[in-house]
């Protein structure tokens, strides 16, 4: 097919025999069937959004399907409501950056949701971003469920306790159980996936959570953009939490031989714990051994923001 990598152009051929909307996973499993190629969920994704943006659907169960096909449902990929597929392709592709991402956020900082967003309603995306985060993901031009928003970090949204850059919540970093026994080997921060792939940089959204009945009407109370390299002390500081959380898994699951308690591990500003979605899947270690019933994920604690967005070099409040 003319125009498009060999990849996209095979995801094209999978769809165009199914009948029924498929999900990435699932396309994944038929391209690897049928050319005995390495391709995993996060090949497809990238395809799906990057490049076929304007010519596949997605469901609100996150299953794709051709457009223009008798029968399909589902909004085009990365597209708002009521623009054309070109224009959400070309505001994507305008930046891809933290800092853009946190210039294009801080201008809506003290503005409620139904200014910013005035053609949505929260959750048309994903339910893995929180009730707003999708509609702010696409606002500062990141690319949904495609491993980290930005080239060089990840979007957080979260409501605020009575400080505006305290989180009400721990925020979730990243899934740990794909890669438990590198954890478990005891991989420094800065060589992680979860730093290298998710967690260079991070933009902070916080909004306040009231009034509950009507979300339209909560206000965006303040955008950070946070800065988690080496030579930083946040990410310093992370970078030894980090140490101290493994430290304490290998300790508790006696080198992955054990199962870990349900606190999980944690460390002074970050939490190894069960994901908080319900995920049957356990998390085995190398050895064969169930070292936890569900999934885990790290978490980064309020405290944490806090202490280190306050004196961020870019933050805007309300």
């Known amino acids: 097919m003319d125009g498009y990598t060999p990849l996209a152009a095979s995801v094209l051929e999978v769809l165009q025999h199914q009948s029924h909307g498929l999900l990435a996973r699932e396309i994944a499993a038929d ?7 390495s391709v995993d969920r996060r090949d497809v994704n990238r395809a799906l959004y990057y490049e076929l943006g304007g010519t596949v659907l997605v469901s609100p169960s996150h299953r794709w399907r051709l457009a223009g096909v008798p029968g399909s ?3 085009s990929a990365y597209v708002r409501p009521g623009s054309p597929p070109e224009a959400a392709l070309d505001e994507r592709s305008a930046s891809t950056t ?20 005035p053609d949505c309603g929260p959750d048309t995306g994903t339910r ?7 509609e702010f993901e696409r606002l500062a031009g990141g690319c949904p469920k495609v491993g980290a928003d930005f080239d060089d970090g ?5 409501p605020c306790a009575q400080s505006v850059v305290r989180p009400r919540d721990p925020i979730a970093l990243g899934n740990a159980s794909r890669n438990i026994d590198m954890y478990l080997d ?4 800065f060589e992680s996936p979860l730093a290298r792939r998710k967690c260079e940089n991070l933009v902070l959204a916080g909004y306040r959570p009231e009034p509950a009945r009507d979300q339209r009407e909560r206000i965006l109370a303040c955008v950070g953009l946070l800065e988690l390299g080496p030579e930083t002390a946040a990410g310093r500081q992370l970078a030894a939490d980090f140490a101290d959380v493994l430290r304490e898994l290998r300790e508790l699951t006696n080198g992955g031989t054990q199962v870990l308690p349900g606190r999980g591990a944690r460390g002074k500003f970050l939490h190894l714990k069960a994901k908080g979605s319900k995920d049957g899947s356990p998390t085995k270690s190398k050895h064969g ?7 885990l994920a790290f978490y980064l604690l309020p405290s944490f923001v806090e202490e280190f967005l306050k004196d961020a070099r870019r933050l805007r409040t309300a």
């Open 31 to 37: 391209l690897r069937y049928r050319t005995g190629r």
């Open 73 to 75: 449902t589902g909004r």
């Open 98 to 117: 933290c800092m853009r991402a946190f210039q294009r956020l801080q201008a809506g900082v003290g503005k409620r949701f139904r200014e910013i967003f």
């Open 128 to 134: 893995n971003k929180g009730e707003w985060g999708f």
């Open 154 to 158: 990840d979007l957080k949204t979260f």
């Open 186 to 189: 005891g991989v420094t921060w």
């Open 289 to 295: 051994v169930v070292i936890y019933h569900n999934g």
